[in-house]
C-alpha cells in the first residue's frame, strides 16, 4: 500500500449539496493532484496544488474546488452536486523534484442521488 | 489535444501465457514520461511500469516489459507468464515533465487471467 490516504471511502449525496473529500499525501510529497474517474473511464484530471497552491487545472468548472494545508494534505470540495458528478475520485501525491512517480490512494465513490 | 487511445476494452489470456497490451498517444510535446498502471478491484492504482520518452530503451520490470516505439507514439505493454493477480484493468498514461505534471489517462484494458 501506498502512504496516500483518502477519507470517507464511500458517499451518498443528495443532488444540490456540497461534498468535501479528503486526501492525507505520503510522507515527504508536497504536491497533490486530484482525478475524476467515471464508470468504465479513465481518470481525467481535476486539478493539482504544489505547496498550498494551485498548480494547474483540468476542464472543470469553479464548482469544483481545492486546498492544500501546509502539512500538504488537500481536500476536494465539489458545491451544487449534479447526478454526473457520481464517480470515483482519486487522489494522488508526488514530489516532482525527485520523481514523477504518483502514488494514489484507495479513491472516494461519490453517488449522487 | 493530448490524447490516449486503448484500441481493447477487453482481453482474457490462460495462467502463463504471455499477453500484450496496446496503446497509442498524441502529443506535441517532446519532453514526457509514459506509464502503465493496474487497477485490481481494490481500486488503487499501482504503477506498474515507466518509460522515459528521451530513453531509447525500451523499459523492463520482472515480468512486464514494454515496446515504446516514439515515431509511432506506440507504447504497448507485454506480461509474460501472466498469473492469475494480473487480473485487472490496465491505464496507459503520460504526463508532460513541463507545469503541472498532470497524468492523462487511456479509456483502459480490462485484463482476465483464467486458470
Known amino acids: 500500500e501506498t502512504g496516500v490516504t483518502q477519507s470517507p471511502t464511500h458517499l451518498i449525496k443528495t443532488r444540490g449539496q456540497q461534498v468535501t473529500l479528503r486526501c492525507s499525501s505520503q510522507s515527504g510529497h508536497n504536491t497533490v493532484s486530484w482525478y475524476q474517474q467515471a464508470l468504465g473511464q479513465g481518470p481525467q484530471f481535476i486539478f493539482q496544488?504544489?505547496?498550498?497552491?494551485?498548480?494547474g487545472r483540468g476542464n472543470f468548472p469553479p464548482r469544483f474546488s481545492g486546498l492544500q494545508f501546509p502539512n500538504y494534505s488537500s481536500e476536494l470540495n465539489v458545491n451544487a452536486l449534479e447526478l454526473d458528478d457520481s464517480a470515483l475520485y482519486l487522489c494522488?501525491?508526488?514530489?516532482?523534484?525527485?520523481?514523477?512517480?504518483?502514488?494514489f490512494g484507495q479513491g472516494t465513490r461519490l453517488t449522487v442521488v | 489535444a493530448q490524447t490516449v487511445t486503448q484500441s481493447q476494452p477487453e482481453m482474457s489470456v490462460q495462467e502463463a501465457e504471455t499477453v500484450t497490451l496496446s496503446c497509442t498517444y498524441d502529443t506535441s510535446e517532446s519532453n514526457y514520461y509514459l506509464f502503465w498502471y493496474k487497477q485490481p478491484p481494490s481500486r488503487q492504482m499501482i504503477l506498474v511500469i515507466r518509460q522515459e520518452a528521451y530513453k531509447q530503451q525500451n523499459a523492463t520490470e520482472n515480468r512486464f516489459s514494454v515496446n515504446f516505439q516514439k515515431a509511432a507514439k506506440s507504447f504497448s505493454l507485454k506480461i509474460s507468464d501472466s498469473q492469475l493477480g494480473d487480473t485487472a484493468m490496465y491505464f496507459c498514461a503520460f504526463m508532460i515533465i513541463q507545469g503541472a505534471q498532470k497524468l492523462v489517462f487511456g479509456q483502459g484494458t480490462r485484463l482476465t487471467i483464467n486458470p
Open positions: 494522488a501525491s508526488s514530489s516532482p523534484r525527485q520523481n514523477t512517480e504518483a502514488f
Open positions: 496544488y504544489y505547496r498550498e497552491e494551485e498548480n
